[in-house]
C-alpha cells in the first residue's frame, strides 16, 4: 500500500511539473502581413502560365463584413494540362525569419479544399525547388500552425528543413491537381516557442 502512495505521489508531481511547464511555454507571432490598407508587403499573383501551363486565377483584396478584417482572396481553375498545375500568391523576404522562427501561421477561410504553404530559401536556386507544408481549409475563419520541420523538400539536392533566416520568400498556393481554388488569407507570419 505504501508503494502505491508513494507511486501516486510521483505521478501527481509529474502531472504538476508538465502541467507547468505548458502554461510557461508561450508563442510569439512575428506578423508579415495582414492585409489591412496600411500594408506595405508586395504580393504577386504567379501561375503556372510563366512555364507553359493553362491555370487561370486572380488575386484581390476583400474586407469580410462581419469582422471588417481584411483579406486576400485568391480565386481560380488549377489545372495539371500541358504540365502546369498551381497558382500562387508570393511575397519575398529580403532578411529571411527570425532564426528562432518555429513555423508559419495562417489565418484562413475559402472552399474545403488543400492548399499549400510553398517556402524559397537561399539554398532553392531553380523555380522547381521549394519547401511544401501542406493545409485544409474550411468555411469558418481558422488560424492553422505548420512547423518548419513539417515543410517538405521539393527534390533529394535540398537540405532536410528549412533553416529560418535562408528563407527569401512565402507563398500561399493552390497546387497539384485539377480543381477551382478559392481561399482567403487575412493574417500569415511566423511564430517562435519558448
Known amino acids: 500500500m505504501r508503494i502505491l502512495g508513494v507511486l501516486t505521489g510521483v505521478i501527481s508531481t509529474m502531472l504538476v511539473c508538465a502541467v507547468s511547464a505548458f502554461a510557461d511555454s508561450t508563442e510569439r507571432n512575428i506578423m508579415i502581413d495582414n492585409f489591412d490598407a496600411n500594408s506595405t508587403v508586395r504580393w504577386d499573383y504567379v501561375s ?59 489565418k484562413v477561410r475559402g472552399n474545403g479544399q488543400k492548399y499549400y504553404i510553398h517556402l524559397r530559401t537561399k539554398g532553392t536556386m531553380m523555380p522547381w525547388q521549394y519547401y511544401q507544408g501542406a493545409f485544409d481549409v474550411s468555411e469558418q475563419w481558422q488560424v492553422i500552425r505548420l512547423p518548419l520541420d513539417s515543410f517538405k523538400p521539393s527534390g533529394s539536392w535540398l537540405r532536410k528543413t528549412a533553416l529560418p533566416k535562408s528563407i527569401r520568400s512565402v507563398g500561399i498556393v493552390a497546387y497539384g491537381r485539377d480543381h477551382e481554388a478559392d481561399i482567403q488569407v487575412s493574417e500569415i507570419g511566423f511564430y517562435e516557442e519558448d
Not at 78 to 102: C, E, H, M, P
Open 48 to 106: 503556372d502560365q510563366v512555364m507553359g501551363g493553362v491555370s487561370e486565377g486572380s488575386a484581390r483584396l476583400g474586407t469580410d463584413n462581419d469582422t471588417g478584417d481584411a483579406y486576400a482572396h485568391m480565386v481560380g481553375d488549377v489545372s495539371t494540362a500541358n504540365n502546369g498545375g498551381f497558382i500562387q500568391l508570393r511575397t519575398r523576404l529580403s532578411s529571411g525569419a527570425d532564426k528562432n522562427a518555429a513555423g508559419i501561421y495562417i
